[in-house]
């Protein structure tokens, strides 16, 4: 593994069902970020982590949980589906929250919900 | 609120020199991020300024002014590889990253 890979590539998922996006880096990196990008807008944060054990909440959190276990992994869950989480979502990670770090990214997971 | 505005898409010439504006309105300042991102792709850092003036790195170089709220990203020999979205970005008082909508940039030959 090198950097920052996430799985699956794309996925169509029912409303309603329940899907978890995982994200892993080998870079030892503290910081960690879940983003979604929308046609037209920004990339908006939705939940990050400064440090194994911590997780909070980014400007769209509703619908969305995560979990940091250890320093590798971060994955995001969707409890139950609904159309308008149709999204790309793309993980990132910088050494630390709060320095001058620069935000690395993942590949992207393409998330339709029908 | 917070807001980064960029312009929605930019057309050039190959072997000329664009100039991409970021204007910004955020709590807080703790640096400007631009980013390159190419269709289907994720994306990559380009610059980083946190004091006003001119970063150059090779074709790139990446200017900032605190007082007006504003950055330009500047794109010299332009190649067709250049053709893609770029993102500005700043890191507010609680150290997250807005990000503006991106700008797309299409090269023709």
């Known amino acids: 593994i090198a950097g920052i890979t996430q799985a699956p590539t794309s996925q169509i998922l029912a409303a309603g069902r329940r899907m978890t996006l995982r994200c892993t880096q080998d870079?030892?990196?503290?910081?960690m970020y879940w983003y979604r990008q929308d046609l037209g807008l920004g990339l908006r944060l939705i939940h990050y982590?400064?440090?194994?054990?911590?997780?909070g909440k980014g400007e769209v959190p509703d619908g969305y949980s995560v979990s940091r276990a250890n320093t590798d992994d971060f994955p995001l869950t969707l409890a139950s589906a609904v159309p308008s989480q149709t999204s790309v979502y793309f993980c990132?990670?910088?050494?630390?929250?709060?320095?001058?770090?620069?935000?690395?990214f993942g590949p992207g997971t393409r998330l339709t919900v029908l | 609120g917070q807001n980064i505005d960029q312009p929605t898409e930019m057309t050039a010439t190959e072997g000329a020199i664009v100039q991409i504006n970021c204007t910004y309105q955020?709590?807080?300042?703790?640096?400007l991020f631009w980013y390159q991102q190419h269709a289907g792709e994720a994306p990559t850092f380009l610059s980083y300024?946190?004091l006003d003036g001119l970063e150059e790195k090779g074709r790139f170089s990446s200017f900032l002014s605190r007082s007006k709220g504003y950055s330009y990203l500047l794109l010299k020999e332009l190649q067709m590889k250049d053709s893609a979205s770029y993102l500005c970005?700043?890191?507010?008082?609680?150290?997250?990253?807005?990000w503006g909508a991106g700008t797309k940039l299409i090269i023709k030959p």
């Open positions: 870079m030892r990196h503290n910081a």
């Open positions: 955020t709590s807080g300042f703790n640096g």
């Open positions: 970005a700043v890191r507010d008082s609680n150290y997250q990253l807005i």
């Open positions: 300024n946190v």
């Open positions: 990132a990670s910088s050494g630390s929250h709060e320095a001058t770090d620069t935000q690395y």
């Open positions: 982590s400064n440090t194994a054990g911590t997780t």
